[in-house]
């Protein structure tokens, strides 16, 4: 899901028109949206989502932080955080895929091209055939698209059914859960003190620009205004960087003295940056930092994943195996043959061999896995083309790699959440995650 250089540029455009005055915004105390003070908790993130080009004022310049948050406009700001916005101009005319198309025209015609594009790329589920135009998004609903919108859609599917910490989520259909433990492991959205998660409660518009700042990290396209990579050092008013891709690529970046600063998605100060976080910065035209969105380095988390074991080219010299998720075996077969070949003479496990043709895979939830030592990839060759559960960790991006990956600790094969003749499959006692 990449946008266009014609996407960079009018970005490009649209930052040097805000960034030019941004500066003085930010220093003189002038207003991005003239009733921002109606929430006065977010007037830093809008001021970054404004900055960014993902979220625009009505004509009037207001922006009616405290109203609820209607579903096109958040697959709207999705979309231009993907950087699809040019995708979803040439979209304008494109057929809907909903039963209630009609309603959609009717109440959100001039979203038409963003709810097409979004449906393209995957941020909109396929399985959803009715949108709602004009009814408020919840909680849950947020934290999918926004999952979605970041690629991270295999690791939430591979996580289907996980345990997450809140006691409000019974309703919450097991094969979403997955989407809710990725949220709010990367810190996209929190629970409340009572230990709730209240997935059906409404968002507002504030609390959009609240997400999006948050999910600055892992965003998949930048703005051309916009770094990314570890800090270096924060010394005398300037941050170094090494920018993504690059252990060697050291850049300093002088921080203007009202510039917005957020860890961990929390206001902060410029000297609570360490070396070492994860930071994305939104510069101006003498680039110059305005935006500072870091996040403290975690220890890396063990997970249990669960899916069909298959084999993936070999890249960078690593043994790469792919997990797709528990959905039926003819379904897995269906999507993978479209864009790949499958060989079933690997041996013991009748695996799988996957072999990339030239095309972006029609199946986006296939995640990647290097085994952790020898007797590791033994136990992976000797089940591919098996429903299997992994124990793994995540591998710290940017890594050697430089894509996302987990490191396989254990695998056993399992029984998938259908079995091939349709009925449940038997639960299986869980992972010791250590």
Do not use: H
């Amino acid at each position: 899901m990449k946008g266009s250089l014609k996407a960079f540029a009018v970005l490009g455009l649209v930052l040097v028109f805000l960034v030019g005055a941004a500066g003085s915004a930010l220093a003189g105390g002038r207003k991005f949206f003239r009733d921002e003070d109606q929430a006065p908790w977010a007037k830093a993130y809008l001021a970054a989502a404004s900055l960014k080009g993902l979220l625009k004022g009505d004509p009037d310049g207001r922006f009616r932080p405290n109203d609820p948050l209607r579903r096109e406009e958040l697959v709207t700001a999705l979309v231009r955080f993907a950087g699809l916005e040019q995708v979803a101009g040439s979209m304008a005319q494109a057929a809907l895929p909903f039963r209630d198309s009609a309603d959609v025209l009717e109440k959100a015609a001039w979203a038409r091209g963003y709810l097409a594009a979004a449906r393209d790329a995957g941020i909109l589920p396929e399985e959803e055939d009715r949108f709602g135009p004009g009814e408020a998004a919840d909680r849950m609903w947020a934290a999918e698209l926004l999952v979605r919108a970041l690629g991270l859609q295999g690791e939430a599917e591979l996580r289907a059914g996980e345990g997450v910490p809140f006691g409000d989520v019974g309703d919450v259909p097991p094969e979403k859960l997955g989407y809710l433990a990725v949220a709010v492991e990367r810190g996209l959205l929190e629970g409340f003190p009572d230990g709730t998660f209240r997935p059906k409660d409404k968002l507002t518009r504030a609390q959009l620009a609240a997400l999006l700042e948050r999910a600055a990290l892992y965003r998949k396209q930048l703005g051309k205004y916009e770094v990314r990579g570890t800090v270096a050092e924060v010394v005398y008013g300037e941050i170094a960087l090494y920018l993504d891709g690059s252990q060697k690529d050291l850049r300093r970046y002088p921080v203007s003295p009202d510039a917005l600063v957020l860890v961990d998605a929390k206001e902060a100060a410029l000297e609570d940056v360490k070396p070492g976080f994860r930071a994305c910065l939104v510069l101006n035209a003498e680039e110059t930092a305005v935006v500072v969105s870091a996040r403290s380095v975690e220890p890396q988390k063990g997970v249990v994943l669960r899916g069909w074991l298959v084999d993936l080219p070999d890249l960078e010299g690593a043994s790469f195996y792919g997990l797709v998720p528990g959905v039926r075996w003819g379904q897995v077969k269906g999507l993978l043959d479209e864009n790949y070949r499958l060989r079933v003479e690997r041996g013991p496990g009748e695996g799988l061999e996957w072999r990339e043709e030239g095309k972006s895979p029609a199946f986006r939830s296939v995640q990647a896995l290097v085994p952790a030592d020898d007797g590791v990839a033994k136990q992976m060759e000797s089940l591919l083309g098996k429903f299997v559960e992994v124990r793994a960790e995540r591998v710290a991006e940017p890594n050697i790699y430089m894509r996302p990956v987990f490191r396989a600790l254990e695998v056993r094969g399992a029984e998938p959440p259908v079995s091939l003749s349709g009925e449940a499959a038997r639960p299986l006692a869980p992972f010791e995650v250590k």
